[in-house]
């Protein structure tokens, strides 16, 4: 993770291997050997390779967990020794810590998830958990319960996430038939999928891309038509959070509608869902109206099973589609028929899904700004999004909800205090 690290930082500033060489006063081949893991750069070696590239002390710190890390382990900590036997085990601690050490909001190198998802190109192109099929099944249906009721810190959950996936390549190395090897690649795909849900909430796109495309990858090996289509549905909404709503995100939408090639099914109605949002955030009613037509056709076809399941992300239930249309009514600049569909929405809405309720509720306020309510549409979008993490969706409807302020609310206490909650940091 360290030469991960380093590298993606070279890549950043545009730097060849002989420039940092230069810079630091070695040789390009030692630097090559530090970048692929191979050996270990000294102490001050790796503080002036980060000094050379701008990474304000992000390489120094690794350099001393990964010190830090073999210590534990019982090993004399070396400069430029080669890794053993024993690499395997210490690139899952330094991939967990590693990833654990940004915060919620912290801009994970994109390069780290590439690292994280290594394996799995290997595996393709080409005796450390045993958890049985149903065991890593379990687990994927476990993540998609919490997804939406879950408000424990991100970091955790990423570095649960991390190790999970670093644990599942493992098995996917051992795995000795086609019928276990499409098994676990459903379940690499769906954890890969959350993953990047994760990395959306603290806006690093670039590295929620990269996983994104991990799941995908995962899904088309495994065979199963279904979770292709979800994952290229699941990749255009967080496209659609994270502002990426050009031409990428409609590929994914038309190519996860043309694999489900008119079977009514959960990825097909989220990308459904989404393309409703595309289109009443770009203003064109009509498309949009009709998106929603079509999306509620959907949802009326979909199995009793998914409609039903109104907690995990395998669920499509009604108040889904009252949202996706109330959604596109205020961004129209509907609210009054926006205001029944959120009521139903939010009285439907479990408890614990404090979330979605969340969302609706930043919905109401948005639409008491359309009909001049300022003062009580600020007041109650800072009173429901302060107290839980702000994610990515609620950013968009914040952002919406700003930008529809007359310009002489745009001073208004709450409406610094929403800016402030809507920022990424990092």
Same mark, same amino acid.
């Given at each position: 993770m360290l030469g991960t690290a380093m590298r993606f930082h070279r890549d950043a500033v545009g730097l060849s291997l002989r420039d940092v060489a230069a810079r630091i006063h070695t040789h390009a081949s030692a630097i090559d050997r530090w970048e692929t893991g191979k050996t270990r750069p000294s102490a001050d070696s790796?503080?002036?390779?980060?000094?050379?590239?701008?990474?304000?002390?992000?390489?120094?710190?690794?350099?001393?967990?990964?010190?830090?890390?073999?210590?534990?382990?019982?090993?004399?900590?070396? *400069?430029?020794?080669?890794?053993? =036997?024993?690499? !395997? /085990?210490? $690139?899952? %601690?330094?991939?967990? +810590?590693?990833?654990?050490?940004?915060?919620?909001?912290?801009?994970?190198?994109?390069?780290?998830?590439?690292?994280?998802?290594?394996?799995l190109w290997r595996f393709?192109?080409?005796?450390?958990?045993?958890?049985?099929?149903?065991?890593?099944?379990?687990?994927?249906?476990?993540?998609?319960?919490?997804?939406?009721?879950?408000?424990?810190?991100?970091?955790?959950?990423?570095?649960?996430?991390?190790?999970?996936?670093?644990?599942?390549?493992?098995?996917?190395?051992?795995?000795?038939?086609?019928?276990?090897?499409?098994?676990?690649?459903?379940?690499?795909?769906?954890?890969?999928?959350?993953?990047?849900?994760?990395?959306?909430?603290?806006?690093?796109?670039?590295?929620?891309?990269?996983?994104?495309? *991990?799941?995908?990858?995962?899904? =088309?090996?495994? !065979? /199963?038509? $279904?979770? %292709?289509?979800?994952? +290229?549905?699941?990749?255009?909404?967080?496209?659609?959070?994270?502002?990426?709503?050009?031409p990428a995100a409609d590929a994914l939408v038309q190519?996860?509608?043309?694999?489900?090639?008119?079977?009514?099914?959960?990825?097909?109605?989220?990308a459904l869902e989404t393309r409703t949002r595309l289109l009443a955030s770009r203003r064109q009613p009509e498309a949009a109206k009709q998106a929603i037509t079509e999306l509620r056709q959907m949802t009326d076809d979909l199995p009793d099973a998914t409609t039903a399941d109104r907690i995990s992300v395998w669920g499509m239930p009604m108040e889904n589609l009252d949202f996706s249309r109330a959604f596109v009514y205020t961004?129209?600049?509907?609210?009054?028929?926006?205001?029944?569909?959120?009521?139903?929405?939010?009285?439907?809405?479990?408890?614990?899904?404090?979330?979605?309720?969340?969302?609706?509720?930043?919905?109401q306020a948005w639409g008491m700004i359309e009909n001049n309510d300022i003062t009580q549409g600020l007041t109650r979008a800072l009173e429901v999004a302060h107290p839980i993490p702000v994610t990515s969706y609620r950013r968009v409807v914040i952002t919406e909800l700003l930008k529809g302020l007359p310009a002489n609310a745009q001073a208004h206490p709450a409406a610094h205090e929403l800016r402030l909650v809507a920022t990424p940091i990092g």
């Open positions: 790796a503080h002036d390779y980060d000094r050379a590239v701008g990474a304000g002390g992000e390489l120094i710190a690794l350099h001393a967990e990964a010190v830090a890390l073999e210590h534990r382990q019982g090993g004399t900590p070396t *400069a430029d020794t080669s890794i053993g =036997d024993e690499g !395997g /085990d210490m $690139e899952r %601690r330094a991939a967990m +810590r590693f990833l654990a050490t940004f915060t919620a909001g912290a801009a994970i190198p994109a390069s780290a998830v590439d690292a994280l998802h290594g394996d393709l192109e080409a005796n450390a958990n045993d958890y049985s099929l149903s065991e890593w099944e379990q687990i994927a249906y476990d993540y998609g319960q919490t997804v939406w009721t879950e408000l424990r810190p991100r970091s955790t959950r990423t570095t649960d996430l991390v190790g999970d996936i670093h644990a599942l390549n493992m098995r996917l190395r051992r795995a000795k038939d086609s019928p276990e090897q499409s098994a676990l690649l459903r379940t690499y795909a769906q954890l890969s999928a959350f993953l990047a849900c994760e990395l959306a909430q603290t806006a690093s796109p670039r590295a929620c891309w990269r996983s994104c495309h *991990a799941a995908r990858t995962a899904a =088309d090996a495994s !065979g /199963d038509r $279904e979770l %292709r289509v979800w994952t +290229r549905a699941w990749e255009a909404s967080q496209s659609f959070h994270l502002h990426r709503r050009g190519q996860a509608l043309d694999l489900a090639d008119g079977r009514p099914c959960l990825g097909a109605a989220l961004a129209l600049g509907d609210s009054k028929n926006a205001a029944p569909l959120l009521d139903a929405a939010l009285a439907a809405t479990p408890p614990e899904k404090v979330g979605a309720r969340t969302n609706i509720a930043l919905m």
